[in-house]
T-cell receptor, first 111, second 112 residues
């Protein structure tokens, strides 16, 4: 079956690194995504990783993919108060490019 | 480009009423999607379309209908609104392949 799981909540101090974790079940996923949702807003794509990659870095963001364990993580370096939001991981399914979303991790950055 | 636009932004319906949520994209994307987001949850796929004239069910299609007569528009119809349909509805589109899905700003629907 298709299922994506995330921890619900993460609290970090400003300037620290944040690591948000995600597990997925479908090994045939082609792409895995991280989206950010601020209160009352839509979803903003942060980054994505192709399933044959282990790591992708984009400025303060680092995505790690462990295909054997079906585990995806998002590391945010030097976390800022503006990073406070809900972060969703999602996997892309099949030729229709449907997205299956996790339930989201709420990140709270304390000053 | 305006991207993906949705109307209305907010709506309150009574049980049993019907309405259409509008979604338009100006990026000439073939693939379009409707998701719902319940409080504290991720997004669930309602319906999707891989091109004009072609639609298919997602994870939670019951109580909804869609049509895709043009590439640009993908309206979502609620025929008999129920309180369980209280949610935020997001429309998205993509050109497929490696491209990401672009999301609209959402429609917040309350059914009382």
């Amino acid at each position: 079956g298709e299922d994506v799981e995330q921890s619900l909540f993460l609290s970090v101090r400003e300037g620290d690194s944040s690591v948000i974790n995600c597990t997925y079940t479908d090994s045939s996923s082609t792409y895995l995504y991280w989206y950010k949702q601020e209160p009352g807003a839509g979803l903003q794509l942060l980054t994505y990783i192709f399933s044959n990659m282990d790591m992708k870095q984009d400025q303060r963001l680092t995505v790690l993919l462990n295909k054997k364990d079906k585990h995806l993580s998002l590391r945010i370096a030097d976390t800022q108060t503006g990073d406070s939001a809900i972060y969703f991981c999602a996997e892309s399914m099949g030729s229709s490019y449907k997205l299956i979303f996790g339930s989201g991790t709420r990140l709270l950055v304390r000053p | 480009n305006a991207g993906v636009t949705q109307t209305p932004k907010f709506r309150i319906l009574k049980i049993g009423q019907s309405m259409t949520l509008q979604c338009t994209q100006d990026m000439n994307h073939n693939y379009m999607y409707w998701y719902r987001q319940d409080p504290g949850m991720g997004l669930k796929l309602i319906y999707y379309s891989v091109g004009a004239g072609i639609t298919d069910k997602g994870e939670v299609p019951n109580g909804y209908n869609v049509s895709r007569s043009t590439t640009e528009d993908f309206p979502l119809r609620l025929e008999l609104a129920a309180p369980s349909q209280t949610s935020v509805y997001f429309c998205a589109s993509t050109k497929g392949s490696t491209d990401t899905q672009y999301f609209g700003p959402g429609t917040r629907l309350t059914v009382l």
